[in-house]
Nanobody
């Protein structure tokens, strides 16, 4: 079992930056591929970024590519999402997710564990 706790979400102006953190407890963090998803009101949860458990390769959703960066610190059991050049359309609840598989998958069904989410609001 893995418990995930996100933090860092807040209200920010368009063009600004935020860094989200997700800290894991339970089984060995380094054995999990980690990801970030987001869900805006009335919309489906969508893939934002992922980082695999072995090579550290990263993957991004098209809408955030070039603006967001995912990274992990296995010593701290934490995965980060650095968000730059934020836009109002980035407003959503951001969720951290973990899976024991080696690769990053973009569908929500492929992830075993989820955090409770953290709200990011970008004002125009």
């Amino acid at each position: 079992q893995v418990q995930l706790v996100e933090s860092g979400g807040e209200l920010v102006q368009a063009g600004g930056s935020l860094r989200l953190s997700c800290t894991a407890s339970g089984r060995t963090f380094s054995t999990y591929t980690m990801g970030w998803f987001r869900q805006a009101p009335g919309k489906e949860r969508e893939f934002v970024a992922g980082i695999n458990r072995s090579s550290g390769s990263t993957f991004y959703g098209d809408s955030v590519k070039g603006r967001f960066t995912i990274s992990r610190d296995n010593a701290k059991n934490t995965v980060y999402l650095q968000m730059n050049s934020l836009k109002p359309e980035d407003t959503a609840v951001y969720y951290c997710a973990a899976r024991s598989g080696i690769i990053v998958v973009r569908n929500t069904g492929g992830w075993e564990y989820w955090g409770q989410g953290t709200q990011v609001t970008v004002s125009s």
